[in-house]
């Protein structure tokens, strides 16, 4: 399941046209297919 608070954060960088997310969680936003996910 994706958290909450996760579904937040991509939604929020979806609706200001971001499709890229630097992250160390890759494995609850990888699922969300409009989002990039990358690692640091």
């Known amino acids: 399941m ?3 608070r996760d579904i937040l954060i ?3 960088a979806l ?3 971001e499709n890229r ?3 160390r969680n890759i494995k609850h936003f ?3 297919d ?3 996910v990358v690692s640091y």
């Open 2 to 4: 994706i958290e909450d």
């Open 10 to 12: 991509a939604s929020i």
């Open 15 to 17: 609706s200001f046209g």
């Open 21 to 23: 997310i630097v992250t």
């Open 30 to 32: 990888e699922r969300i």
């Open 34 to 36: 409009e989002i990039e």
